[in-house]
């Protein structure tokens, strides 16, 4: 008689009649070879607690260096800023209390905050955001000698105005039926006034042009009078300097092919001597061409008092960078005492500080080259 089929991965239990079940689920069946009661290795469980353990203290540590950071930072604001943290009656209250003075300051901040957000919500602090630091640093602007900030302010208020006046008015509703609206018109006014983007600025630059072919007007920048002028314009000896356009101008970081050039103008001692009025502080700057190595600026007419004559004109070039610092792409430099008249010309960059060079180490800027044509006329106004 033949023996009875052998059943491969299941097994008929026995008294269970017809009904199977997997081999690994009776009870009966052996366990694997090292598997079973006391099988544990207890060196194993030792090195896993060991690696616990020192899990935690890499992670304490950590902690206490981001802690750290913290703490040097809040006291670098308030050693800078004393006067609006309040520095010295913080350092009287750490000296009561023991307690450092920067936990102190971050502890007062974070009650003001909570109290804040409890009485007037996120749409006071909103509004508190994009209106009390760039009126700060709007008043800076309007006390600064130099015109550099004042493009990027009175950009932002308007786009402020603007704004405020949709919300107001139009797709107010729709707009804050968007989740976390508050939190994302926070980041957009952020990004318009912040100095690492200044994205004001940038806006300014996109929309100018078509801003003045409605008005059909060339606008011609003009610098401030010194006191005591009794005139509009600067008085005396005076340099119309022009930057009318550039060529094969270097990339402004290793990962570019092009640039997005502006320049900026200003006028320096000669001989190692000291800056006498104007020179050195008072700076002018071109609109941006926004990527390529072939700008032209135009529409942009420059008049620059002139206390003496032994001045170089300084024009850097520098790469606009929506994020971060912007890069410096090299220098031209004109001997103000040698123009007699008029001076137009193509000049090639140079890197006089050796600053691009500098920077190479970090940004892997590429080598100092192209051109920049200047017209420059000497005049007595």
Not at 40 to 47: K, M, Q, R, T, V
Not at 262 to 281: D, F
Not at 324 to 353: C, Q, T
């Amino acid at each position: 008689q033949a023996p009875p089929a052998r059943l491969v991965g299941r097994q008929r239990r026995p008294g269970a009649g017809a009904a199977f079940l997997p081999r690994s689920r009776f009870l009966w069946d052996p366990p694997p070879p090292g598997v079973g009661v006391g099988s544990e290795d207890p060196d194993a469980g030792g090195a896993a607690a060991a690696a616990a353990a020192a899990a935690a203290v890499a992670m304490a540590s950590t902690m206490e260096e981001r802690l750290q950071r913290v703490q040097t930072s809040i006291d670098s604001l308030m050693a800078r800023r004393r006067g609006i943290c309040q520095t010295d009656l913080f350092e009287q209250a750490e000296a009561a209390t023991s307690v450092a003075k920067e936990w102190l300051f971050a502890g007062v901040v974070a009650v003001l905050a909570l109290l804040v957000v409890l009485i007037g919500g996120t749409d006071f602090i909103t509004k508190v955001l994009g209106f009390a630091y760039p009126a700060y640093r709007s008043f800076q602007a309007i006390e600064s000698k130099t015109m550099d900030d004042d493009k990027q302010w009175l950009t932002y208020w308007i786009v402020f105005g603007v704004w405020n006046l949709l919300e107001a008015h139009l797709i107010g509703p729709l707009l804050r039926s968007i989740p976390f609206y508050g939190f994302l018109k926070v980041l957009g006014f952020a990004w318009l006034y912040h100095s690492q983007t200044r994205g004001a600025e940038m806006l300014y630059e996109l929309a100018r042009p078509h801003v003045l072919a409605l008005m059909q007007v060339e606008l011609k920048y003009v610098p401030p009078k010194d006191a005591g002028d009794g005139g509009d314009a600067p008085k005396g000896d005076v340099l119309i300097a022009k930057v009318l356009s550039g060529r094969d101008l270097p990339a402004g970081h290793k990962d570019t092919e092009t640039c997005s050039p502006y320049c900026v103008l200003k006028l320096l001692p000669q001989g190692g001597r000291k800056a006498v009025g104007l020179e050195g502080s008072a700076a002018y700057k071109t609109s941006t061409c926004f990527r390529t190595a072939d700008p032209l600026w135009t529409g942009a007419q420059f008049v620059i008092p002139l206390e003496r004559d032994d001045v170089t004109l300084d024009v850097a070039i520098m790469d606009k960078n929506n994020i971060g610092n912007d890069h410096y792409l090299g220098s031209v430099r004109v001997d103000i005492s040698a123009i007699d008249g008029s001076f137009r010309d193509w000049v090639k960059l140079e890197d006089p500080d050796a600053m691009a060079t500098w920077r190479s180490l970090d940004d892997g800027v590429k080598d100092v080259v192209g051109e920049v044509q200047l017209d420059l006329e000497r005049k007595t106004m």
